[in-house]
């Protein structure tokens, strides 16, 4: 079950359609806060809208008022985005799309990339995405992953961990054989796409691949 869950970082929603992580069906669809005001946009019907309402003006409130909500006290432990994805893994998902999770403020930013560790704690497939570019989160237990985007395409890895052993690159413009990377090393930042996936390794440790896509 693919769950959206719209946050009130950037995004580009012109692109809805041409990034591969936000077309389909998905079920539930969540706003956290802010998140309602991408959902207007996008003309999309959400089937919550959680937070403690903060980054939602009172006339966007209005306009969704017709779903359900679900107020959350101003001062609590949790962001927005935390709740959202509590109610995503409430609801069953098997795989998230965190829309929205990039731009803005970079504590949100980063602490919305620490999501994609919780969820894969839980099973559950995941990506950041703000419709520029995507970030997805490589273990060993998803590992090899594929990058499949146009060719051309600018895409980074990054290691989470102080060090990812082991890692990987094929089918890209500059490859990687079994090289261990130190969190800081930046020789895998800017490697591009061809004309058939890549795919990414990591024998232990975790990684960030980040996807920068190209429009035609």
Not at 31 to 43: E, F, I, Y
Request: with cysteine; charged share 20%; net charge negative.
């Amino acid at each position: 079950m693919r769950c959206l869950i719209l946050l009130a970082g950037d995004l580009n929603t012109a692109a809805w359609q041409s990034i591969p992580e936000l077309t389909g069906d998905f079920r539930p669809i969540i706003c956290a806060d802010g998140g309602g005001l991408h959902a207007l946009r996008l003309c999309v019907t959400p089937d919550i809208v959680l937070g403690d309402f903060d980054s939602l003006p009172a006339a966007e409130l209005h306009l969704l008022q017709a779903v359900r909500m679900h107020k959350f006290p101003t001062l609590k432990d949790e962001t927005d985005a935390e709740l959202a994805v509590a109610e995503a893994l409430r609801s069953g998902a098997t795989e998230v799309v965190l829309a929205g999770a990039l731009g803005g403020r970079l504590d949100h930013t980063l602490a919305n990339l620490g999501l994609l560790r919780v969820l894969r704690r839980h099973g559950v497939k995941a990506v950041a995405t703000d419709g520029n570019q995507s970030v997805w989160l490589v273990t060993p237990h998803n590992s090899p992953f594929v990058v499949n985007a146009q060719p051309g395409a600018l895409f980074s890895v990054l290691p989470l961990s102080t060090q990812a052993d082991d890692v990987s690159i094929t089918g890209a413009r500059w490859e990687l054989t079994h090289s261990d990377l130190e969190q800081g090393a930046t020789r895998t930042v800017s490697n591009q796409l061809l004309d058939t996936p890549a795919m990414i390794s990591v024998g232990q440790g975790e990684l960030l691949v980040l996807v920068n896509y190209v429009y035609k």
